[in-house]
């Protein structure tokens, strides 16, 4: 059994609807669908991030996407190569609702998102490595936004430890611009 074949079968278990093997696509059809799964990944990413930069410009607080812009903060900075950024003095000021609902807004779009690919990604039309690879990357991006965003994980400062402890973000970044002692 390949690799690719034993983490379909582990999928399988989530959703029965895969195919059991994917020896059936031939080498050309396996490379689609990897360029597929990226791409698919890569869009939910930025519709996580866009949904974060929606929130906090609708409550009026400046921010932008980054590339790589916890690399300094984080020892896990490449489990966020997409970041929203609000500047310390503006974080600062944000009421801890405000946050709750800033990083919330995220995690919601992403398994929104990833569930549609999850379930309607057999049903494209067309080649089989489309609706494949979109499906996998849909089930395995759902999986892994609940264990690594909506898990509060104190050690990464994620979005489901933002909501959770917003006064903790706000008193660290206080506490960074000399605010708190
Ligand atoms: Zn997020």
């Known amino acids: 059994m390949s690799l690719a074949d034993l983490f379909l079968s582990l999928l399988r278990l989530i ?9 059936l696509f031939s ?17 939910v990413l ?5 949904a974060h ?3 906090l410009r609708t409550l009026g607080i400046p921010a932008r996407i980054m590339l790589g812009g916890r690399r300094e903060e ?16 503006v974080m600062a000021t944000m009421q801890p ?30 080649a089989a490595w489309l609706g494949v690879g ?11 936004c609940m264990l690594m965003n909506v898990v509060p994980l104190p050690v990464l400062k994620n979005d489901g430890w933002l909501v959770l402890r917003p006064e903790a973000a ?12």
């Not at 959703?15 to 020896?23: E, F, G, N, Q």
């Not at 490449?78 to 609000?86: A, E, K």
């Not at 919330?104 to 309607?120: D, E, Q, V, Y």
């Open 15 to 23: 959703d029965p609807r895969l195919p059991a093997t994917i020896v």
């Open 27 to 43: 080498p050309t059809d396996l490379w689609k669908m990897l360029v597929v799964f990226v791409i698919t990944a890569v869009a």
């Open 46 to 50: 930025c519709v996580h991030e866009l």
């Open 53 to 55: 930069l929606a929130a």
């Open 74 to 89: 984080s020892r896990f900075w490449f489990l966020s190569p997409m970041v929203v950024h609000i500047e310390d003095q």
């Open 97 to 126: 609702l405000q946050i709750r609902l800033a990083a919330a807004s995220g995690p919601i779009a992403h398994l929104l998102a990833s569930l549609a690919c999850w379930c309607l990604g057999l049903g494209l039309p067309g």
């Open 134 to 144: 979109v499906t996998l990357c849909g089930a395995m991006y759902f999986v892994c």
């Open 170 to 181: 706000l008193a660290e970044v206080r506490r960074k611009l000399g605010l708190l002692d």
